[in-house]
């Protein structure tokens, strides 16, 4: 005899009431990926969608089903018929009306009239997207540098055989989305945003080597469109040039001549002069020919038209090679080289003349350029390259950073700006044992006879005796700023002026409905300077009023400049003080790329009394 107890299996009762989940309903026509999931194509939102749903398992004759959208009852009530089974299929319309541009909640609602019952399904999320992408506009496409001058056969070899271009990130950007180039005429390669695009904030792909040398030879306007998954279809972006040259271009015209007085090398002296190059003549020369002079690979100088007349001679063309362009180049063997450009089309290169640079520096060109900073203690900005308004009172000062090349007695000079402080600092014995990074004072003269400014030019430059060759270091971007430059000026903004009765009182008498705090025009006042205006109120004993404050914002516009701008108060606020007083200010926000700081105006204390001569206290 089996004695062991088993514990009984309880078995929950079927009399409970607990109703079936309804089975969400479903758009056929919706993306149903987990990406985009509800998301109808914009070309069917210009029709009424199909819901499709089953009967569910406890419909009877009679029961009915209603569209239930944004948590609302749309449409008819539909019956169930008796010949109606469980898992029919049943169909419910959304009318276009509702097909609004946004997230939805689709449902339906069924109800038993008996048991005058409703029960609502799970939801199917819908979502309608007719905004298309890339508003305001979408950016020109991100061409590699070499086809700036058009793009030849070797060019494109050395580019590995493809045409690599970014599409930089767009308003609206979203995986699925599908970016369709042209080519002038020609469609060109299509890309597929995906999450790494997401993620990198723009899209890179190719136009391959055979899809190019479809393009006939000539200059061609590149752009692109972006469909979404929705099919919302984007404006063309901003549209870009590009010459293909991909024929065979002639890269033996004669080689340019350099003046002979130079001889093999050029040093110091004949770079400063600048050195003249000629152009000989070259197959075909014609004029108007546009001839680029290339110093080293990659240093082109500006193009030159070849002048009418000159095509037949044996220098169709001489050209001066300045100091900067020679000096890029300082030490080392330089090959120089031109290209003739035809109607936008390279039509040939020369052979390489090359000659010998030797330029001595007293050291290498520094990498880092001086570091300004300013020294006022009142209020210390601790930007570097910033003289704030205190600053501005001071000396300043500028961090050389320290190289090991300085020698005693080596002079470094000043430049800002326009100004020069020769001689400014000679190095010294203790520098040179230190080996740290100098601090150099800077007059408070010198700024101020350059004046305010973002981008004020600091660089110095490094002399020593015996060697008329100067270093230059790169060229810092300082930004001044002073007290004048401000709006209001040195004496600040006034505040806002509000009209008063003759007890100097803000009163039923002259603010009926309401009073206006007028900002009058004032010294650097200028179009977008944002105004924020604030208002409070206090009791008679300079407690606040919470209730009576009001705050305002105005970006200024070409009347405000001229005329001031006037923020009003609204009578309900002066009855809430009833007798006290009042304190009102602005602060002024520069414009937008403006060299100013905001700045706070002064503030205007006036008494209030708004009780008629009869009230006791106010009422509001």
């Known amino acids: 005899m089996n004695i062991n107890i088993q514990a009984p299996i309880v078995i929950r009762s079927r009399t409970i009431r607990e109703p079936l989940p309804l089975e969400a309903p479903d758009i056929a026509i919706a993306f149903h990926d987990e990406d985009s999931l509800g998301l109808i194509p914009v070309n069917e939102t210009y029709a009424p969608l199909t819901v499709d749903l ?84 979408l950016a020109a496409l991100q061409f590699p540098v070499e086809v700036q001058n058009g793009l030849t056969a070797a060019e494109l070899e050395r580019l590995g055989g493809k045409l690599e271009v970014q599409v930089a990130g767009y308003t609206g950007m979203a995986k699925h989305d599908v970016i369709h180039t042209f080519w ?26 055979e899809f190019l040398e479809s393009i006939d030879t000539g200059s061609h306007v590149v752009k692109y469109r972006v469909i979404d998954r929705a099919g919302n279809t984007s404006d063309d972006s901003v549209e870009t040039t590009i010459t293909l040259l991909l024929e065979e271009v002639p890269d033996n015209y004669p080689a340019p001549i350099v003046d002979v007085s130079v001889g093999g090398l050029i040093d110091y002296a004949e770079a400063k002069l600048g050195v003249m190059i000629d152009i000989p003549q070259y197959p075909g020369a014609s004029a108007f020919d546009e001839i680029v002079l290339y ?42 080289t031109y290209t003739v450009t035809r109607n936008n089309q390279l039509s040939g290169t020369s052979l390489p003349a090359v000659v010998d640079i030797f330029l001595t520096l007293p050291v290498p060109v520094p990498t880092t350029a001086p570091i300004v900073q300013g020294t006022s203690l009142q209020n210390p900005n601790k930007d570097d390259n910033f003289i704030d308004e205190d600053d501005y009172e001071f000396n300043s000062r500028a961090i050389v950073a320290w190289t090991s090349e300085f020698k005693i007695n080596d002079d470094i000079h000043l430049s ?3 100004q ?23 007059a408070n003269s010198i700024m101020k006879a350059q004046g305010t400014g973002s981008e004020i030019p600091v660089r110095y430059t490094v002399t020593r005796e015996g060697n008329p060759n100067p270093t230059l270091s790169p060229i810092q971007k300082v930004t001044v700023r002073s007290k004048e430059d401000l709006p209001g000026g040195p004496g600040g903004v006034d505040g806002p002026v509000f009209k008063l009765n003759p007890s100097g009182f803000i009163s039923q008498s002259v603010a009926p409905n309401g ?30 009023i919470d209730a009576a404050t009001v705050t305002a914002s105005r ?19 002066l009855r809430t003080i009833c007798r006290g007083y009042c304190e009102a200010y602005v602060r002024i926000d520069p414009a937008p790329g403006s060299n100013q700081s905001a700045v ?18 106010c009422t509001i």
């Open 600 to 617: 706070t105006s002064k503030v205007t204390r006036v008494p209030v009394e708004m009780r008629e001569s009869s009230e006791p206290y």
């Open 416 to 418: 800002w700006g326009d």
């Open 295 to 336: 110093w080293g690979d990659d240093s082109p100088m500006l193009p030159v038209q070849l002048p009418p007349g000159n095509e037949g001679e044996d220098v169709v063309l001489s050209l001066r090679v300045p100091f900067e362009t020679i000096a890029t180049k300082p030490v080392g063997e330089v090959s120089i």
């Open 54 to 137: 089953k009967v569910w398992e406890a419909a009877e004759e009679d029961y009915t089903y209603q569209l239930y959208w944004n948590g609302e009852r749309h449409g008819p009530e539909k019956l169930i018929a008796a010949t109606d089974q469980p898992g029919d299929p049943l169909t419910l319309e959304v009318p276009v009306e509702l097909l609004l541009e946004g997230r939805h909640s689709l449902k339906y609602r069924t109800y038993s009239p008996d048991a005058d019952s409703e029960n609502f399904s799970d939801e199917f999320p819908v979502i309608i997207d007719r905004t298309a992408p890339g508003k305001p506009l």
């Open 515 to 544: 009073t206006d705090g007028l900002i009058l025009p004032y010294t650097n006042i200028a179009q977008n300077q944002r105004l924020s205006f604030t208002f409070k109120g206090f009791d008679d004993d300079g407690n606040p």
């Open 184 to 209: 002038g005429d020609v469609a060109g390669p299509t890309a597929v945003v995906d999450e790494d695009d997401m993620g990198l904030n723009k899209v890179v792909f190719d136009f391959s080597k």
């Open 555 to 573: 970006e200024l516009d070409d009347q405000d400049v001229i005329n001031g701008y006037a923020f009003h108060v609204p009578y309900i606020t």
């Open 420 to 442: 020069q402080r020769l001689q400014w600092y000679q190095i010294k014995e203790e520098d040179v044992a230190a080996s740290k990074d100098l601090i150099i004072p800077i």
